[in-house]
């Protein structure tokens, strides 16, 4: 049956995480997810923006089962309470890592001395995934599940894929730093799927891409796309989507009966458009086994984690 974004399948009783989800695709996935009837909590820096969020998708879905944990992404000490918080919940279904800095300057960085797109789209889910993996393994065992972490990557890896032999060396020019990070985040999602399944552990790691999003095709939601939130002008809007569907890649991939461990999802026209899978890049998905390697090896050095797989 084709996917249909705007009737999800129920997922009653099932718990996912959200990371940035108190704007943009992060919220609109949040909303998604609460409306399909799971428990959602939202991680986010600002416990203000944190309860915008709640309360707008509750104005959605009264019946909402929501809750939230204190997360900022650019501190890897932060991350480590907001996981232990987190590893206390009953279950967790599904991990969707949206969050990340979009500061393009070069001099920024983390509480951890990080460059900021590198520290807070690739290390901190690194870390995040390395506390929280053998909650998830457990969850599984216990509820008969397979728990999803579901990266979030970009169309300009494809397209402008960017050199990864060192991690830790960040271009200067913000977009071509922002795709070397997504184009770590693809290798180290499809290394992580491979270590699973010779593992055999039963976590699925899931890349998707949600297209190009933009405010002026975002539907209002106070606090979160109303007059109070800044506007972003963006020169793709006659062609793209709403931030709404940009999340549906997101939402398939964490709920989709159906979705498996190194399974991409992306919109069916490139920029917009339903979600479907689409085949993975060959330079991140099978970059060869030294690569990958040395980008795992690198990012455990970087977290000051191993995996343990």
Known sequence: MPWNP??????????????????????????????SGAHVIIAARSAAKAQSALAAIREQH???SLGSTLMDLSSLASVARAAEELSTLPRIDGIVLNGGAMAFSSSATTADGLPMLLGTHVIANVALIAHLLPTLVANAERHGITPRIVHTSTGYVERFGRPVGDVRRVPRIGIAAYTKAKTVTEIFAFELDRRLRAARLPVASIVTRPGVGVDAKTPHRAGIRDASTPYQRNPYTPWAQGKDTAAWSAVRAATDPEARGGDYFAPAGGVKGAPVAVPPSPRTAQP????????WSQLEELTGMELGI
């Open 6 to 35: 705007e009737s999800l399948p129920r997922t009653p009783e099932r718990t996912f995480v959200v990371t940035g989800a108190t704007a943009g695709i992060g919220y609109f996935a949040s909303e998604q997810l609460a409306g």
């Open 288 to 295: 060869g086994p030294d690569v990958a390697r040395r980008v």
């Open 62 to 64: 009264p019946a909402a």
